[in-house]
């Protein structure tokens, strides 16, 4: 990644959370779903073009979790949210590993 775009990913990846954060207590509502799966397809997208593929391989399950529907999640519900908060926690430790 570029400076600059090493620069916005921390506030990228803090939205990212906090998408991801609304979505598990609003009861995996459909608006909810799509903005949090809206911005993890960018940041996977970005994260390809830049070549920082450790960080694709965390968004890439990320993304395919939150392409689930209310009705595909239901059995999973518990699954999911421990799996997707797993993922945010690696997610948040990528800057930190990558400027060390």
Known sequence: MGKRDAADFPQASKALD???LDLLTGGWEED???RAF????????AAKIAGCWEMEAVLRP??????LSSREILPIRHAVR???LELLGL???YPASRSA
Do not use: H, N, P
Not at 38 to 45: C, N
Not at 62 to 67: I, K, Q, R
């Open 18 to 20: 906090d998408a991801v």
């Open 32 to 34: 909810r779903r799509l």
């Open 38 to 45: 809206d911005m993890a397809v960018v940041l996977t997208q």
């Open 62 to 67: 990320l993304c395919s979790l939150l392409s």
């Open 82 to 84: 421990e799996k997707l």
């Open 91 to 93: 997610l948040q430790t």
